[in-house]
């Protein structure tokens, strides 16, 4: 069942599925290779829930094929829930247990052998530092701690496949490093992740990641792929007064989007729009016109900027454009 | 089927329900304030109930019989009369609420050893009704020995007959407690598994549970078993509160009674899982165990009598498990039948059960559309 390298661990193709006239998910293909760790990038109702659970065989789509470590969803769901691990975006363990009362639990629903279940929870404990927390009722500790105690229920059989809905939501700086540590851990281990999230030094961790925007797959590839593909069409631009002269840039032909970052301003400009030395000339004299003395120069692009040209009121612009 | 995931279900159900005070405190608290109220309230130790007397024989024993009775304190004379058509006529118009009537051959009749006197009673106050039956238990003076009198060893059978009206099936205390068994397992037994699946809907246990290899069947039986264990604890609750406090006899076998609720149990239980797939919120599963309670209270035969009901109402009754139930536990332990001989209400409970939580299986889907 353990694809092996090369392999292909979800495949979906035309994906739909319709909340009465709302299409929450729009024709979505998907490739996700074996044993990466594969990310799910997209703003508020974009579908990233929807797809995963469609994905593991939780909701019946509208229209379109998947096929999960071989099995055909929705028909082989059953035969898949052996070999998947699912954290849910919102906490759905048990609050009125404690961490290892639910280790118990999911231990034996989910068929750690007997023998060794109690070593797999100490393990776990020790692993995700719950040493002193083992008897603590699990509604009473904080979002990072329970989304610690997700993650390690979601993992305590072993599975192939993880699909980890916004697993880091709660979780501070430090700890999430230390959380991704573990994803490749696990990755390495031989498991294939999938992980929405978003949050930007997440999305760049991945191996692979996809952008859904209003249901539609927007962009994918490797992280690198993706931020290759704006070369030349992002800049910062250093002002004495970073607020005035974003009004001014904002209505620069080209200009999809225009960020304060401290004191100075990332700009993104439209696929197609002029060439990068030809960018800066030209916000720098049409500044300069306006009494906004500032300086333009071009930086290379990060996987804001990805998802600023790819979703929302930028991207439509740039759609209207083309 | 799968044993130990099955376990895991129950043991986590008793886990949470033992961190859960206020459903705890509703598993004992529930029964014994219902017995209690609904006990005190019937079998109220009345005094001085006005009564009317027809004495036709009076003669010397008759009269003894009468001041016997008045000696009680239980009823106090009120009225006299001359015809047992006068008191019957008092009683209907509220003057009296006991009539107490010794017939012209009172004499012939206490050596005959037939009943030698009766006591009407308005049967629609069942107080009333308790206190009639005291009377009736007066023995017949001892100064006047009653030649047919059976011997001491045996108890003396009742030589007063006792004849109610408006209520002939003579609801009591000790007719209400079997009966309470049925209620308070109707109004919490749905309830629980009502309410245990949809909270899990509400707090998203579910959408984690789904998407485990747990089947349909070992998510409903588990929930289920643990709340057997605690309706028959309740039911032992009610027995001994019963028995102690209002002498309620259980003339059948014990195990027919446990029989008898664990059937009525699991029936509650599985109608719960049929609702819990069908609401939204457990406000919804609340108001749906209403709806069903009320009917189950009104219809089963708990308040008014079963015969006295219109055809349609009747064949609703019987679709409703507290009916069958009733039967069966008043026949066990009020008659000391077995059942073996109510087997009908057996049948249909168990029916009822396996319609109840096969639907409830079948209709329960590891999705989330
Ligand atoms: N059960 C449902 N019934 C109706 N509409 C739904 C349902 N589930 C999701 N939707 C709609 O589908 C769209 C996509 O929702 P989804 O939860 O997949 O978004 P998401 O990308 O996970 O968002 P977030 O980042 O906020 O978690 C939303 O517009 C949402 O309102
Ligand atoms: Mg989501």
């Known amino acids: 069942?353990?694809?092996?390298?090369?392999?292909?661990?979800?495949?979906?193709?035309?994906?739909?599925?319709r909340f009465g006239d709302l299409v929450a998910v729009d024709r979505v293909d998907l490739q996700v290779p074996a044993r990466h760790v594969y990310g799910f990038l997209g703003p508020n109702g974009s579908g990233k829930s929807t797809t995963i659970r469609m994905l593991c065989g939780l909701l019946t789509p509208s229209a379109?094929?998947?096929?999960?470590?071989?099995l055909r969803i929705p028909a082989e769901a059953e035969a898949l829930r052996r070999h998947i691990g699912y954290m849910t975006q919102k906490f759905s363990l048990f609050e009125d247990l404690s961490v290892r009362e639910n280790l118990d639990f999911l231990a034996a629903i989910q068929g750690v052998p007997r023998a060794r279940t109690r070593a797999r929870i100490d393990q776990l404990i020790e692993q995700y530092h719950f040493g002193d927390l083992q008897k603590q009722l699990a509604g009473t500790m904080s979002g990072g701690q329970k989304q610690r105690l997700a993650l390690a229920c979601a993992v305590i059989h072993e599975p192939e496949l993880l699909f980890l809905d916004e697993p880091t939501s709660a979780v501070d700086p430090e700890s999430r490093r230390d959380f991704w540590e573990k994803l490749f851990e696990l990755a390495d281990a031989g498991?294939?992740?999938?992980?929405s999230t978003h949050l930007m030094d997440e999305a760049e961790r991945c191996h692979r990641l996809a952008i859904l925007d209003h249901g539609v797959l927007v962009a994918d590839g490797t992280p690198q792929a993706l931020t290759g593909r704006l070369q030349g069409r992002t800049f910062i631009v250093e002002s004495a007064d970073p607020r005035r002269a974003q009004r001014l840039i904002v209505d620069v032909p080209g200009v999809l989007s225009v960020a304060q970052v401290g004191n100075s301003l990332r700009v993104l400009t439209a696929a197609g729009a002029a060439a990068a030395a030809d960018m800066c000339r030209h916000i720098d004299a049409t500044l300069a016109g306006a009494g906004q003395p500032v300086h333009t120069h071009a930086t290379p692009a990060n996987l804001e900027d990805v998802f600023v040209a790819v979703t929302g009121p930028a991207a439509e612009q740039a759609e209207r454009a083309a | 089927m799968n044993g130990r995931r099955l376990w895991a279900i129950v043991v986590k159900?008793?886990?949470?329900?033992?961190?859960?005070r206020i459903t705890l405190a509703m598993i004992l608290g529930i029964p014994i304030m219902q017995l209690v109220l609904f006990g005190y309230a019937i079998n109220l130790n009345l005094r001085g109930l006005d009564a009317g007397i027809v004495d036709q024989a009076n003669t010397a024993g008759s009269r003894a019989l009468v001041m016997d009775m008045l000696a009680t304190d239980v009823v106090s004379a009120a009225r006299t009369a001359n015809t047992p058509q006068q008191l019957m006529a008092m009683i209907r118009r509220g003057d009296i609420s006991i009539g107490i009537v010794v017939p012209p051959d009172f004499e012939r009749r206490r050596i005959d050893g037939r009943p030698v006197a009766q006591v009407l009673v308005d049967g629609s106050d069942t107080t009333v009704q308790s206190a009639a039956a005291q009377l009736a238990q007066t023995p017949l003076d001892s100064a006047a020995p009653d030649l047919r009198a059976p011997p001491a060893s045996t108890p003396p059978t009742p030589r007063i007959s006792v004849v109610s009206f408006y209520n002939p099936q003579r609801v009591s205390a000790i007719n209400i407690v079997p009966g309470l068994i049925g209620v308070i397992m109707t109004m919490t037994m749905v309830l629980f598994t009502a309410i245990a699946i949809v909270r899990e809907r509400e707090r998203g246990n579910m959408e984690l549970l789904i998407a485990t290899p747990?089947?349909?069947?070992?998510?409903?039986?588990?929930k289920v078993l643990p709340y057997i264990v605690i309706g028959l604890l309740q039911t032992s609750v009610i027995l001994a509160l019963g028995v102690?406090?209002?002498?309620?006899?259980?003339?059948?076998?014990?195990?027919?009674?446990?029989?008898?609720?664990?059937?009525?149990i699991l029936a509650n239980l599985s109608l719960g899982l049929l609702i819990s797939t069908r609401a939204q919120s457990q406000f919804q599963a609340m108001q749906m165990t209403f709806f069903i309670f009320l009917p189950s209270i009104l219809l089963s035969g708990f308040?008014?009598?079963?015969?006295?009901?219109?055809?349609?109402?009747?064949?609703?009754?019987?679709?409703?498990?507290?009916?069958?139930?009733?039967?069966?536990?008043?026949g066990v332990m009020l008659r000391g039948a077995s059942l073996w001989e109510l087997w009908h209400d057996v049948l249909a409970l168990?029916?009822?059960?396996?319609?109840?939580?096969?639907?409830?299986?079948?209709?329960?889907?590891?999705?989330?559309?």
């Open chain 1, 1 to 17: 069942m353990i694809p092996a390298d090369g392999e292909v661990a979800i495949r979906a193709s035309g994906l739909t599925r």
């Open chain 1, 64 to 70: 379109g094929e998947i096929e999960v470590l071989g």
């Open chain 1, 191 to 195: 498991t294939t992740l999938l992980v």
């Open chain 2, 13 to 20: 159900e008793l886990r949470q329900l033992s961190r859960d």
């Open chain 2, 214 to 222: 747990l089947t349909s069947t070992e998510l409903m039986v588990g």
């Open chain 2, 244 to 264: 102690s406090l209002f002498a309620v006899p259980i003339r059948g076998s014990v195990l027919d009674v446990y029989l008898a609720a664990g059937l009525l």
């Open chain 2, 303 to 330: 308040m008014f009598p079963f015969a006295g009901m219109p055809k349609a109402a009747q064949w609703l009754a019987e679709i409703l498990p507290l009916t069958h139930f009733l039967r069966l536990i008043r």
């Open chain 2, 350 to 369: 168990v029916v009822f059960v396996a319609v109840m939580m096969g639907a409830a299986i079948g209709r329960f889907r590891k999705r989330l559309d």
